[in-house]
């Protein structure tokens, strides 16, 4: 065993010394294989670039005026094509272009049709809200079946050149030229320049990112197809064909001569560099029907909300003469801050209860109660049952604005459910559990405003039908339901048609403004 560890020992020994004379030697011998097949390269490279004198001289490391004027030739057609662009518009612009320009007519009027302000006019026009969603469900199923499969992927790869067309011409060529020649004016294509050699490590990093884009353009792109597009949207041409065919020559060129990718080799000391276009593949097809998808159901929400806020504020102000109605004292959304807070939902049915109550002091027991005892008191009806239901209707109201005062008063820091979920918040803080017990507390009192509403609703509706059915009988003269109306114009202080009217209407307006509330609640 002793025999064994020795001779490992020695093994393990002689292997660090073949290492160290082995790295020794290669120093001697110049370096590792890697270094003497890169230095290898380089001495090639250098070789190379001694026959294009015209772009770079090996003697000093000196990019030439004839790369200088090279560029500025490139810079004379991409320049121009770069300004234009701009004038074009945003990204997302150039996108719909591209796009609607392989839609048919038909389409671009579904398009059209989705408009965010068409949407609105459509919104403002519609009373059946869900009729409106299924029109625009259909049109954007029209619109995703629009193009085939095989064309959105044209669309597609013609954005993409066109993408890659513009970090082309966005390449800052004013920079680098200025650098052969400091004089040189920005975007200033007839001004002739004086260029001068320079040290090429000063562009070393200018070329890198000029090959990027320059390699990244695609000889087999549809170019022609895409300039009409855009010439038929702008009617003008972003840049002279033949002159862009010259650019994609001299890609085809540089490509095959490789010099300016030898210059940054050379410059760079890195035999194996090369450049990275890049390789873009947007799908702006889909990303178009999205957009509109998104923007259109978007619109119709918004809009849906604009319009139930001014229907809202429309029957505030006939019912109570202002939008700014404040009648319950702690079932409000006030008390809601606290809730949100710790993450709960809070009172739900803030302003229906609210306006309810307000509906309740304001005209129940006032105008509501005065001409309901001159029909039941002074009138004589001709059957026991409508009288019973009118009355039913309107005792039910009393019942429930007694039940909604008390529910409002309960609610207070002194009150049974009030001081509960005081309590409880209090208790939240350090007991996971009470904030499990207070939403369930939340929940019934929600419950019970919901109930309050509905039932108000309900015997609101009863009540005002009643009001309907005799103002329309008295207009008519007739006694069917009421036999004796000149007797009740002999006891009402005001017309009885002005306060059946003005009952009538309130009751109407209240009724419409719960519906509004308690649609939207489900």
């Known amino acids: 065993m002793g025999m064994a560890k020795s001779s490992e020992k020695v093994s393990n020994s002689d292997a660090g010394l073949l290492g160290f004379f082995s790295g020794l030697f290669s120093g001697f011998l110049g370096g590792s294989d890697s270094d003497r097949e890169k230095k290898r390269q380089l001495k090639d490279i250098r070789r190379e670039l001694k026959k294009r004198g015209r772009f770079f001289k090996i003697k000093g490391d000196l990019a030439q005026p004839g790369m200088a004027k090279w560029f500025h030739e490139i810079y004379k057609i991409a320049g121009p094509a770069d300004i234009l662009l701009e004038r074009y518009g945003s990204s997302d612009l150039l996108k719909t272009v591209l796009v609607e320009s392989f839609l048919s007519e038909d389409v671009r009027n579904i398009v059209g049709n989705l408009n965010p302000d068409r949407i609105k006019e459509r919104v403002e026009k519609t009373r059946d809200v869900k009729v409106l969603s299924e029109q625009v469900k259909e049109e954007l199923i029209c619109l995703y079946t629009a193009l085939d499969v095989k064309t959105a992927k044209r669309v597609n790869k013609l954005y993409n050149d066109l993408y890659r067309l513009q970090s082309f011409a966005r390449y800052p060529f004013h920079f680098i030229l200025k650098k052969f020649d400091s004089m040189l004016p920005d975007r200033d294509f007839t001004y002739i320049p004086r260029f001068e050699a320079i040290n090429g490590q000063y562009i070393k990093d200018d070329l890198m990112e000029f090959l990027d884009v320059y390699y990244a353009l695609d000889d087999n792109a549809e170019w022609d197809v895409l300039f009409d597009v855009l010439k038929k949207y702008r009617d003008l041409d972003i840049v002279s064909r033949a002159a862009w065919k010259k650019i994609l020559q001299g890609r085809k060129e540089m490509l095959k001569t490789r010099t300016l990718d030898l210059v940054i080799r050379y410059l760079d000391e890195n035999p194996s560099w090369t450049a990275m276009p890049e390789n873009t593949n947007y799908e702006i097809v889909e990303d178009y029907f999205k957009r509109i998808k998104i923007s259109a159901n978007l619109t119709i929400q918004e809009n849906l909300r604009d319009r139930r806020k001014r229907q809202i504020e429309n029957l505030l102000m006939k019912l109570y003469g202002t939008t700014s109605v404040s009648r319950t004292h702690f079932y409000t959304e006030r008390e809601n801050l606290t809730f949100h807070k710790k993450m709960l939902p809070g009172y739900k049915f803030v302003e229906p209860i609210n306006y309810l109550k307000a509906f309740f002091l304001d005209y129940c027991k006032s105008k509501i109660r005065i001409l309901v005892d001159l029909l039941l008191i002074q009138g004589k009806w001709s059957t026991k049952l409508s009288s019973q239901q009118f009355s039913e209707a309107y005792h039910q109201l009393l019942s429930l604005s007694d039940q909604l005062a008390g529910f409002d008063t309960g609610l207070s820091d002194d009150g049974p459910t009030g001081s509960k979920v005081k309590r409880l918040l209090r208790q939240s803080t350090r007991d996971r559990s009470a904030l499990v017990t207070l939403k369930k507390v939340l929940v019934e009192v929600n419950n019970e405003a919901k109930v309050i509403i509905n039932s108000s609703a309900q015997n609101l509706i009863i009540l005002g039908k009643s009001i309907k059915q005799l103002l ?51």
């Open 472 to 522: 329309d009988e008295y207009k008519a003269e007739g006694q069917e339901i009421i036999i004796n109306w000149k007797e009740i114009e002999g006891w009402a202080e005001t017309p009885v048609e002005e306060q059946m009217s003005e009952v009538y209407t309130q009751i109407y307006y209240l009724v419409q403004l719960l519906q509004l509330y308690m649609k939207d609640k489900k």
